[in-house]
């Protein structure tokens, strides 16, 4: 095999084509080997730099997120928000990253993770059709994603330990503003229909029941009271005093369980 890089060889090689097509005449005239290896320096550097401010700008992220605390958090925004990011795959990384950072950290740097992710919703990156690509909608986008996932009780890899992180990012996202009312509420709901009581129910979906109790009691665990979530809490507190009353007065729910149920209520009018 020849190499483009020795001139030797490439001009021996070209030199055995006899053909007198108009593109190998017109090769000929133009082909200056120097023009292929300073092409190929250009792009090379052009790729190299791309990489490495990536990788310099993912490290820096990386390094600010692990060092986040209460003293330095308005500092870390700041410097987040002066990053110019080249594209949507590095914004979706720093996305990522936040997402990781509430399910990992402790429960003391898990609230201002959540204030840096409120103050980064406006932040953008404009893709090569002119649109700008925010922050927020990623973020919501990946949040809502991982919800789903984690809720799926039937799937095989379901486990207990990523629905409770899963929905630890709800509660410290609504916590902080960044998660409305409305989509709160729709997360209530979603648990409504998987605690309501059913008279043709199966082991399946007592299964299905206890794990919901299990995640509802730690989200009611993360979010914090205030004056928007009363009338939310109120109605889920009747909705699952009424869910305890069929469950028992059917002997459809083993003590644990019913326990659980208790252990929502009370945590419900804590937050009102």
Not at 29 to 48: D, G, P, Q, R, Y
Not at 108 to 117: F, H, N, V
Not at 155 to 160: H, I, L, V, Y
Not at 236 to 249: P, R
Request: glycine share 2%; aromatic share 10%; hydrophobic share 35%.
């Amino acid at each position: 095999m020849i190499s483009i890089y020795n001139n030797d060889e490439l001009t021996t090689e070209l030199s055995k084509i006899t053909e007198t097509d108009e593109n190998v005449t017109k090769f000929y005239k133009e082909f200056v080997f120097e023009n292929i290896i300073s092409s190929n320096n250009i792009n090379s550097l052009k790729l190299f730099k791309d990489a490495t401010e990536t990788e310099t700008n993912s490290k820096k992220i990386i390094n600010l997120l692990n060092k986040i605390n209460s003293s330095n958090v308005t500092k870390t925004i700041s410097t987040i928000k002066e990053i110019h990011f080249k594209s949507l795959l590095e914004l979706q990384e720093l996305v990522n990253l936040c997402i990781q950072k509430i399910k990992r950290e402790s429960d003391q740097i898990k609230p201002l993770i959540g204030t840096l992710c409120y103050e980064l919703l406006a932040i953008y990156f404009v893709d090569e059709n002119e649109e700008k690509n925010y922050f927020r909608k990623l973020l919501l986008t990946s949040v809502k994603n991982d919800y789903f996932n984690n809720i799926n009780y039937n799937d095989n890899k379901w486990t207990k330990e990523n629905g409770i992180k899963s929905i630890s990012v709800i509660g410290i996202l609504y916590n902080s503003n960044v998660i409305s009312d409305e989509l709160l509420l729709s997360v209530f709901n979603d648990f409504k229909k998987n605690i309501e009581y059913k008279i043709d129910f199966d082991e399946i979906y007592l299964s299905c029941v206890e794990k919901s109790v299990q995640l509802l009691i730690y989200l009611l665990s993360t979010l914090i009271s205030n004056g928007n979530i009363t009338e939310m809490c109120v109605e889920m507190e009747k909705f699952m005093t009424h869910q305890i009353s069929l469950y028992k007065e059917n002997k459809k729910i083993g003590k644990k369980c019913c326990l659980e149920m208790l252990s929502c209520v009370d945590a419900l009018k804590k937050l009102y």
